[in-house]
Every structure is written in structure tokens, then in C-alpha cells.
């Protein structure tokens, strides 16, 4: 079944449903209502319409020779292949974790090796939980990492290089705090927040937010509190991608959740011509001056890179609802689900990892912090 088999008055009512849906916490916006507000206010950071569609086509055309679905998530190797309470713990850990892997110098990197083979970025983390349950300490287990202390984080997550992991005490911190609620209100496991969410993607957003505070990625721009939630969004993202939107993994909502605003979407949205910086900015970037979280600069970046990418899955969308074709009709209201920023999120990822060396002359936004 390819990805966007979907009718169009089906599409179209969905659609609205999603436009209309506005997670609010404490009157902060939610991300695509934040990503539009900060595109409208941006004055260092644009849209371009032709590059928006060229990337909507892009991703389009893979949609329809099946290379981009749910189950882009577990090919990766690093990835659990279980669907359970196990896959999903491990999920939860390495949200926990996931923020701050760029280098100061690309010669000098955080580095793991496992299974012979060397793992930089987010997927030295990866690596380095699995190296650690391969060597006999549960990391995935709340009741350990409650209170995991700094001896155990500096050898569970020691480089293979002379560059160590960055902001080691913060991820530290993070994890006994998020441990800490795990074992006094959900029995140890993430799986029970999971399953109060009644398999809904915003009310386990907003769980998480209430519950586990470094996750809570808010600013203000123009007068306005905008959440921008990237560790967040993923960690719901990344367990509907691990169960494959099943099980623990099925939400009546995925289709809320947007991309997830990093230091590398950005990179390539700006390649492929669907994101343009002002000579100020752009020139700010080249001298690699390191932004501050929240500071105006770092947050157009993010806010305008999350609306494209909603521009970008509103144009795929509306691309499917135009295809009448026999072979393009409804057979699961399911599929519809998949028509989501978070594959646009993963697609482009995978492909700024892979044309490293081609973007190489595109500066990535450099912040150092615990959100992204």
C-alpha cells in the first residue's frame, strides 16, 4: 500500500481538523501555530515558495515508490527492532538524551564504537546506550538511571575519540530527574505515561511537558511565548516510528505533531533553496558566533524552519488529495496518518547525513543547550 492512498474529502476534513488543533500550555503556542507566528515576524530568516515545492515534490515522488513510511524508523540498526515496553523505555532514554552533538571542529568529534563501526551525533548516543545493555547495565531501566551518577554517566558514555560527549552534567541531571518521576508516579516505566495518553499524540505531549521539566523548550518572540518542544515532539514521534503506529505506538493524532526544530533541518531546508538567511545572518553563521537559547536570531532559525516543513507536508497533502487515480483510492483510513511533518522530518535528516560533504558549505545555527 503506498504511502498516500487517501481520498480527497477525506484528506481535506482531516486537514482541517489538523489546522484547527492548537495544543496550548499556559497560553504558550503550539509549535505550528509558533512556527507561523515566527515566520510572519521573522526578519532575518525567509520562505521561499519554489523551494518548498520543490522539496514537496521531492518527497512526493518517494512516497510513491514506498521509501518513505513508518517504517523508515527501525531500519536503523542502532534502532530497537522490538515493538514493546523494552523499545519504548529505550525511546524515552534517548529523548532524554538528545540534544547538543555538533563539534566544535568536525575534526574533533564524540565518537563510539560499536560493532565495529564508529558513531558520531545523535547516533553515538544511540550506540553507546546499546554498547552500555550489551555490557550488563540496564541504561533503558528507570530505577537505575534515577540515580545514575557521574562516575557511571563518564563510563557508560565514554568517547572512542579524544573528544568527550558535550554538556555530560546536564544529561546527567536530566536523567535522574526524569527517573526520579518515572519510579514515584508511573511505576518505573514510560510505557504508563504512554498508555495514559489514550493514544493520543497531543495528550502525551502535554504529559510529558507537565511531567519531565527539560523538555519544556519554550521562548518568546514578538511579544509572545512560543513552544517550540523538539525533544519533545521526537520522543512522541520516535515511539509512534518504533512501534510502527501500533500497540504502544498508535496515535488517532500523529498527524499534529511537526518536524522537529534542530541545528541540522534547518542546514538542508536552506540547500535545497526552501529556506533563505539575510547577509547578516548568513555571515553571522560562516563566523560560527554561537547563539544563545531563546535569543532572537537562534529562534527565527527554528520557527521558520518548522513552518516550512509544515508548508512542505500541507503541499504534499494537498498533491495526494489532487491524485484521482484508480490505484490511489482510500483502503485504510489509517494511511492518512502518514501524510505528517515527522517523515518529513526523518527524510531530511537522513539526507543532510548523507550529503554531509555537498552542504558542507551551508553553516549550521550553533547553541549550545539542552533542547536540541
Given at each position: 500500500?503506498?504511502?498516500f492512498?487517501?481520498l480527497?474529502?477525506?484528506?481535506?476534513?482531516r486537514?482541517?481538523?489538523r489546522?484547527?488543533?492548537?495544543?496550548?500550555?499556559?497560553g504558550?503556542l503550539?509549535p505550528?501555530e509558533a512556527?507561523?507566528f515566527?515566520?510572519?515576524?521573522?526578519?532575518?530568516?525567509f520562505?521561499?515558495?519554489?523551494?518548498?515545492?520543490?522539496?514537496?515534490?521531492?518527497?512526493?515522488?518517494?512516497?510513491?515508490?514506498?521509501?518513505?513510511?513508518?517504517?523508515?524508523w527501525?531500519k536503523?540498526e542502532?534502532?530497537?527492532?522490538?515493538?514493546?515496553?523494552e523499545?519504548?523505555?529505550?525511546?524515552f532514554?534517548?529523548a532524554v538524551?538528545?540534544?547538543s552533538?555538533w563539534?566544535?571542529k568536525?575534526t574533533?568529534?564524540f565518537?563510539v564504537r560499536?560493532k565495529?563501526k564508529?558513531?558520531t551525533?545523535y547516533?553515538?548516543?544511540?550506540?553507546?546506550?546499546?554498547?552500555?545493555?550489551?555490557e550488563?547495565f540496564?541504561?533503558?531501566?528507570?530505577?537505575?538511571?534515577?540515580?545514575i551518577t557521574?562516575?557511571?554517566?563518564?563510563q557508560?558514555?565514554?568517547s572512542?575519540s579524544e573528544?568527550?560527549m558535550?554538556?555530560?552534567?546536564?544529561?546527567?541531571?536530566?536523567?535522574v530527574?526524569?527517573?526520579t518521576?518515572?519510579?514515584?508516579?508511573?511505576?518505573?516505566?514510560?510505557?504508563n505515561?504512554?498508555?495514559q495518553a489514550?493514544?493520543?499524540?497531543?495528550?502525551l505531549?502535554?504529559?510529558?511537558?507537565?511531567?519531565f521539566p527539560?523538555f519544556r523548550?519554550?521562548a518568546e518572540?514578538?511579544?509572545?511565548?512560543?513552544?517550540?518542544?523538539?525533544r519533545?515532539?521526537?520522543?512522541v514521534?520516535d515511539i509512534?516510528g518504533?512501534?510502527?503506529?501500533?500497540?504502544?505506538g498508535e496515535?488517532?493524532d500523529?498527524?499534529?505533531?511537526?518536524?522537529f526544530?534542530d541545528y541540522?533541518i534547518p542546514?538542508?531546508?536552506v540547500?535545497?533553496g526552501?529556506?533563505?538567511?539575510?547577509?547578516?545572518l548568513?555571515?553571522?553563521?560562516k563566523q560560527?558566533?554561537l547563539?544563545?537559547s531563546?535569543?532572537?536570531?537562534?529562534?527565527?532559525?527554528?520557527?521558520?524552519s518548522l513552518?516550512?516543513?509544515?508548508?512542505?507536508r500541507d503541499?504534499?497533502?494537498?498533491k495526494v488529495s489532487a491524485?484521482?487515480?484508480?490505484?490511489?483510492?482510500?483502503k485504510?483510513e489509517e494511511e492518512?496518518?502518514?501524510v505528517n511533518a515527522?517523515l518529513?522530518d526523518?527524510?531530511?535528516?537522513?539526507l543532510?547525513r548523507?550529503l554531509?560533504d555537498?552542504?558542507?558549505?551551508?553553516?549550521f545555527?550553533?547553541?549550545?543547550g539542552?533542547?536540541?
Amino acid at each position: 500500500m503506498q504511502l498516500f492512498q487517501v481520498l480527497r474529502p477525506l484528506i481535506l476534513s482531516r486537514l482541517v481538523v489538523r489546522k484547527n488543533c492548537c495544543f496550548v500550555m499556559d497560553g504558550i503556542l503550539n509549535p505550528r501555530e509558533a512556527g507561523r507566528f515566527i515566520s510572519e515576524n521573522s526578519k532575518d530568516v525567509f520562505i521561499e515558495d519554489a523551494g518548498v515545492q520543490k522539496v514537496a515534490n521531492m518527497l512526493y515522488e518517494k512516497s510513491k515508490s514506498g521509501e518513505f513510511n513508518v517504517k523508515m524508523w527501525r531500519k536503523h540498526e542502532l534502532n530497537p527492532q522490538t515493538m514493546d515496553e523494552e523499545a519504548v523505555n529505550w525511546v524515552f532514554v534517548s529523548a532524554v538524551l538528545n540534544f547538543s552533538f555538533w563539534s566544535e571542529k568536525e575534526t574533533e568529534r564524540f565518537e563510539v564504537r560499536y560493532k565495529d563501526k564508529t558513531y558520531t551525533g545523535y547516533w553515538s548516543l544511540c550506540a553507546a546506550m546499546n554498547r552500555a545493555l550489551d555490557e550488563g547495565f540496564k541504561i533503558t531501566s528507570a530505577s537505575l538511571y534515577s540515580t545514575i551518577t557521574m562516575d557511571q554517566m563518564k563510563q557508560i558514555f565514554r568517547s572512542d575519540s579524544e573528544t568527550e560527549m558535550p554538556l555530560l552534567e546536564e544529561r546527567q541531571v536530566a536523567l535522574v530527574e526524569a527517573g526520579t518521576v518515572l519510579m514515584k508516579k508511573y511505576q518505573g516505566s514510560f510505557a504508563n505515561v504512554i498508555k495514559q495518553a489514550g493514544k493520543s499524540a497531543q495528550s502525551l505531549l502535554s504529559l510529558v511537558l507537565q511531567e519531565f521539566p527539560s523538555f519544556r523548550d519554550v521562548a518568546e518572540f514578538a511579544g509572545k511565548k512560543v513552544g517550540l518542544y523538539k525533544r519533545a515532539q521526537i520522543l512522541v514521534g520516535d515511539i509512534w516510528g518504533s512501534c510502527e503506529g501500533q500497540g504502544l505506538g498508535e496515535f488517532t493524532d500523529i498527524n499534529t505533531i511537526t518536524m522537529f526544530a534542530d541545528y541540522r533541518i534547518p542546514q538542508a531546508l536552506v540547500y535545497f533553496g526552501a529556506l533563505r538567511y539575510s547577509e547578516t545572518l548568513m555571515e553571522k553563521l560562516k563566523q560560527c558566533h554561537l547563539l544563545k537559547s531563546g535569543e532572537k536570531l537562534e529562534v527565527e532559525i527554528r520557527g521558520v524552519s518548522l513552518w516550512a516543513c509544515e508548508l512542505i507536508r500541507d503541499s504534499i497533502a494537498a498533491k495526494v488529495s489532487a491524485d484521482t487515480s484508480e490505484d490511489n483510492q482510500l483502503k485504510d483510513e489509517e494511511e492518512l496518518n502518514q501524510v505528517n511533518a515527522i517523515l518529513v522530518d526523518h527524510y531530511l535528516w537522513d539526507l543532510r547525513r548523507e550529503l554531509a560533504d555537498e552542504m558542507s558549505h551551508i553553516p549550521f545555527h550553533r547553541c549550545r543547550g539542552i533542547y536540541y
